[in-house]
Structures are given as C-alpha cells and as structure tokens.
C-alpha cells in the first residue's frame, strides 16, 4: 500500500482528535458547524486528556503523524488503543469491525440484544455458516487472534443501561449498527413496520442524547444506506449526501445556492424511512450539541470473507439468504448452488450499488481513523460498483458455471414499489479522495469465494432447510397472492478458452 493511501489522514490535527478538550467558548451556527470565540488569552486552546502534563496549547498545533498518541497502520493513523463502542456487535457488520479494530490495537467494546437471531430463527431460516454464540465469540477472538474484547448483552433501547455502558467505556468513537436492517420485513404488516420505526428511529435519537451527556467528543459512524436517496427519475446524482458548494437551484429566472444543504430523499421502504430519519436526527445533534459524525449511505453489502474471519470457522460472521436478511447477491449465490432460479423482481433492471463485506469493512476503520471536527456532519456515499440486478444474475450465474452448476434466471412479478427503468449516478468519491480508500475484493472474485464455501456439503444442506424462503412472498401493497413467474431462461454461458 502507498504512503498517500496509507496515511490519509497524517496532516489532520488536535482539532479532530477525540482524546482533546476545547478550553474556549463555543458558539453553535445554524449550519450544523461550530466556530469559535477566542478564549481570554487572545486564543483557543486545548487540553490532551491523555498527556495532561503538556498542558494548554493550539489544536492547529499537533498533527496525526507527528503526535506521540496516533500510531501508523495499513488504514492510516490510529489513536493508540482507540476506545470504540460497536452497537449492535452480534450482527453481519458488527462482528467482522470488531475483529478487524480489534487486530489495530484498538479497544473494542460492543453491545447487542441478539434480536437478529431470534428474528431470522422466527422466519424459519438460518445462517448458512454456522456462528458461534457471543460468549464463544469473544473466547474465539482471544485465542485465534489474540485480542480482547468486551462484550455487554444491552438494548439499544434500554437507554439506562446503555447511558451506564458509554459513561464507564468513555468511547472515542460510536458505531452505530444496532438496527433492524429488512425492507421486507418493514414491509411485511404492521408490528414490524413499527418495530422497525421505533428501534431505529428512537434508538437512535436515545443514542444521542447518550453521547451528549456521557461521551460529546466521540465521533459517531451512522450507519444508513444509498436507498435513502431512492433512484430519481430526473436523473440527479446522487451527491454525497450535501449539495456540492456549486450547486444552485434556478427558478423563474431567479438562482439561490444549494451549497450545503442536505440532498433530498425518497425512502424506498418503511426501514428506509426509519433510516432517513435517523439521518435528520445526527444532522441536528450535531448542530444543536456539537457533536460529529459521519453518515454513511452503504451500498448493498455482500459477501463473507474479511482476514480476521478466515483465521478460524469459530470467527465466521453470519450470512443470511433468505427473502427477509439476506441481500441479494448472497441470495442469489445460494438459489444457484441448489439449482433454484435465480429471482428477479420485474425487469431487473433496477441499478444499485455495491460493496464487497471487505470493502465496507476498510470504509468504516479509515472513517474512524479520521474523526469529523466537533460540530461537523458529513456524509459518505461507501459503493465501488453500481449494476444492475439483471448484471448480477448474469454474474452468478456465469462463475456458477465454473462450480458444474446449470442456472436458470427466473423473472417475476415485482413485490416492491419501484422505478424498473431509471438512470443512477452516484457520487462516491470522497473514501478514495479523502480517505485513501482502495477496492481489495472485485465482485467476481467475491462471488467465486462464496460459491466455494457455500457448495460445501453441509452449507448446502443448511440452504436446503429453509428453501422455501428463498422466494420472495412479502408485497409491498400488503397483498397476500403468489407472485407470478414472468418468465424463466438460462443465460448464455461464455467458454473462457474461446
């Protein structure tokens, strides 16, 4: 890896780091970013909570790479032996960012209600790896790997005892991955569309409050998602969640600046209106507390590899197929290994983007590694490619080939409210940019890599079990019929050697 890509984040200074406390008068602006008033001396100073014996000095001062506290890794930068609170720890997401944080030197910290296993176990399916329970997990991690990790069973929305844990951990930095993560089951009647509004939503808001009481200087990772945009059929990028400062809006005759305001949105689920609020919710906290943060609109994840997984099967994280938890590229993979067609909802040319388990794994450490200034919200669009869902069958049913398997792509009747044909242009280059982000898995070689675990013997027995819920049945107009097959053909398989 490059020195640039390594070290995105070298010249950033004190103003940044967590570990810091302003000593001068904060004055809030209505923009969500702070400015401040010069202290009584003639100048703002700060206070290294963890080398108080250098006492006050200018936060311009320091930078990442010359401060004794920040050590040099592959993802940039560190504060040495970071204290991270991962919320919802248990979950896809959750567990590989402990391991990979926790292989950095970092000091992990997670929670979790374990609500996604009994979820998934109520829908009668099952995570095609097998995983450990979080006791397990955590033993596994110290003898595989030789880190530490702790671990607390909490609510998101017990807020008394998730407000004890962030005052006794004091995070550095938050990431917020404790939610209820299915537009299907958003979708599917009116318990879990409110279920899911009131996790996400207020747990979200709960968090904050949390932050601002017992821990304002961590930066907070939100995890949201590209659907909160929607596909606009005008054809508008899809800017990194803030107009660019260029951008103008023009209006009988008449032009005003669009600089800095957040884009629109148009939900596409009721989870995706729960997200869009949560997004509103750290726009505010960061403008009304000084908080920081970075949002993050995640492109459809897929994919079950990371290194700290492959160390040991004990480490593996989950991976959902079913209609409900698993995202459609792993469900896709799962359809061909047991000779099920591979379903596409109306015309499947629908454009998404994507990003490989690996890949969004390195985002979120780099984000971390590179703290927002107290008051900033900004936002990154995480995505490396953008296809369409027609593409991706194409794909997998391509590389399947190479496993022996003969696959058929099966159109169906589309159970969702959508655009089937629409433009997509997605900005997403401040990871690479900014942040020194660098793709590490292709889409064909992640695809490749699952079929290799998931035409295993006993991963193909575990597929078997629940294939019944690998059709899509939840509708989004709340109608109970059968979907209907619009058509079923088998993709022309190319010979590489030709």
Same mark, same amino acid.
């Given at each position: 890896?490059?020195?640039? !890509? /390594? #070290?995105?984040?070298?010249?950033?200074? #004190?103003?940044?780091?967590?570990?810091?406390?302003?000593?001068?008068?904060?004055?809030?602006?209505?923009?969500?970013? /702070?400015?401040?008033?010069?202290?009584?001396?003639?100048?703002?100073?700060?206070?290294?909570?963890?080398?108080?014996?250098?006492?006050?000095?200018?936060?311009?001062?320091?930078?990442?790479?010359?401060?004794?506290?920040?050590?040099?890794?592959?993802? $940039?930068?560190? &504060?040495?032996?970071?204290?991270?609170?991962?919320?919802?720890?248990?979950?896809?997401?959750?567990?590989?960012?402990?391991?990979?944080?926790? *292989? =950095?030197?970092?000091?992990?910290?997670?929670?979790?209600?374990?609500?996604?296993?009994?979820?998934?176990?109520?829908?009668?399916?099952?995570?095609?790896?097998?995983?450990? !329970?979080? @006791?397990?997990?955590?033993?596994?991690?110290?003898?595989?790997?030789?880190?530490?990790?702790?671990?607390?069973?909490?609510?998101?929305?017990?807020?008394?005892?998730?407000?004890?844990?962030?005052?006794?951990?004091?995070? @550095?930095?938050?990431?917020?991955?404790?939610?209820?993560?299915?537009?299907?089951?958003?979708?599917?009647?009116?318990? *879990?569309?409110?279920?899911?509004?009131?996790?996400?939503?207020?747990?979200?808001?709960?968090?904050?409050?949390?932050?601002?009481?017992?821990?304002?200087?961590?930066?907070?990772?939100?995890? $949201?998602?590209? +659907?909160?945009?929607?596909?606009?059929?005008?054809?508008?990028?899809?800017?990194?969640?803030?107009?660019?400062?260029?951008?103008?809006?023009?209006? *009988? $005759?008449?032009?005003?600046?669009?600089?800095?305001?957040?884009?629109?949105?148009?939900?596409?689920?009721?989870?995706?209106?729960?997200?869009?609020?949560?997004?509103?919710?750290?726009?505010?906290?960061?403008?009304?507390?000084?908080?920081?943060?970075?949002?993050?609109?995640? +492109?459809?994840?897929?994919?079950?590899?990371?290194?700290?997984?492959?160390?040991?099967?004990?480490?593996?994280?989950?991976?959902?197929?079913? @209609?409900?938890?698993?995202?459609?590229?792993?469900?896709?993979? /799962?359809?061909?290994?047991?000779?099920?067609?591979?379903?596409? %909802?109306?015309?499947?040319?629908?454009?998404?983007?994507?990003?490989?388990?690996?890949?969004?794994?390195?985002?979120?450490?780099? =984000?971390? /590694?590179?703290?927002?200034?107290?008051?900033? %919200?900004?936002?990154?669009?995480?995505?490396?490619?953008?296809?369409?869902?027609?593409?991706?069958?194409?794909?997998?049913?391509?590389?399947?080939?190479?496993?022996?398997?003969?696959?058929?792509?099966?159109?169906?009747?589309?159970?969702?409210?959508?655009?089937?044909?629409?433009?997509?242009?997605?900005?997403?280059?401040? =990871?690479?940019?900014?942040?020194?982000?660098?793709?590490?898995?292709?889409?064909?070689?992640?695809?490749?890599?699952?079929?290799?675990?998931?035409?295993?013997?006993?991963?193909?027995?575990?597929?078997?079990?629940?294939?019944?819920?690998?059709?899509? !049945?939840?509708?989004?107009?709340?109608?109970?019929?059968?979907?209907?097959? &619009?058509?079923?053909?088998?993709?022309?398989?190319?010979?590489?050697?030709?």
């Amino acid at each position: 890896m490059s020195e640039s !890509t /390594a #070290c995105h984040n070298a010249n950033q200074t #004190c103003w940044s780091c967590p570990a810091v406390e302003f000593k001068g008068h904060v004055d809030f602006r209505a923009c969500g970013q /702070a400015a401040f008033r010069k202290a009584a001396e003639g100048q703002l100073v700060v206070e290294c909570k963890r080398r108080p014996e250098i006492g006050y000095f200018d936060p311009t001062s320091i930078t990442f790479e010359h401060c004794t506290e920040w050590k040099k890794t592959d993802s $940039g930068y560190l &504060l040495d032996g970071m204290r991270v609170l991962i919320l919802g720890m248990d979950g896809y997401l959750g567990w590989p960012l402990a391991l990979k944080l926790a *292989k =950095l030197g970092c000091k992990v910290y997670g929670i979790d209600n374990l609500l996604r296993r009994k979820l998934v176990s109520e829908r009668g399916a099952q995570s095609v790896i097998p995983i450990e !329970t979080m @006791e397990n997990r955590v033993k596994a991690a110290n003898e595989e790997l030789g880190v530490e990790i702790n671990f607390q069973e909490i609510d998101l929305m017990d807020r008394d005892a998730l407000f004890a844990y962030i005052k006794e951990v004091q995070p @550095e930095s938050i990431v917020q991955f404790a939610e209820i993560p299915s537009a299907p089951y958003s979708m599917a009647d009116v318990d *879990k569309a409110v279920d899911t509004i009131q996790n996400n939503v207020v747990g979200t808001l709960g968090l904050l409050f949390g932050v601002r009481d017992h821990a304002p200087d961590a930066s907070i990772i939100k995890l $949201g998602t590209m +659907g909160e945009y929607g596909s606009p059929l005008t054809g508008r990028p899809l800017f990194e969640g803030l107009f660019p400062g260029d951008a103008v809006l023009q209006y *009988k $005759g008449e032009e005003w600046s669009l600089g800095g305001e957040l884009t629109p949105r148009d939900p596409v689920s009721f989870y995706h209106v729960s997200k869009v609020q949560g997004t509103f919710s750290v726009y505010e906290a960061c403008k009304y507390w000084w908080l920081r943060s970075y949002d993050v609109m995640q +492109g459809v994840i897929y994919g079950n590899h990371s290194d700290e997984l492959a160390a040991h099967p004990s480490l593996a994280t989950r991976f959902d197929i079913d @209609e409900w938890w698993g995202t459609v590229v792993n469900r896709f993979v /799962a359809q061909a290994v047991i000779g099920m067609p591979l379903t596409i %909802y109306g015309s499947g040319n629908q454009l998404r983007g994507y990003i490989t388990l690996k890949d969004a794994m390195q985002c979120i450490t780099r =984000l971390i /590694a590179a703290p927002p200034e107290p008051g900033q %919200y900004d936002v990154v669009n995480q995505v490396t490619d953008v296809m369409s869902v027609k593409q991706i069958a194409q794909t997998v049913a391509t590389i399947g080939a190479e496993f022996g398997l003969d696959t058929e792509v099966q159109r169906i009747e589309n159970p969702r409210v959508e655009a089937e044909e629409h433009p997509y242009e997605v900005i997403h280059d401040k =990871l690479s940019e900014n942040f020194g982000f660098a793709s590490e898995s292709s889409f064909e070689d992640e695809v490749r890599g699952m079929f290799e675990v998931l035409t295993k013997p006993e991963a193909v027995a575990r597929i078997k079990e629940q294939e019944s819920k690998l059709f899509p !049945t939840t509708k989004w107009s709340g109608e109970s019929a059968k979907l209907k097959v &619009l058509e079923t053909w088998k993709p022309e398989i190319k010979d590489k050697a030709a």
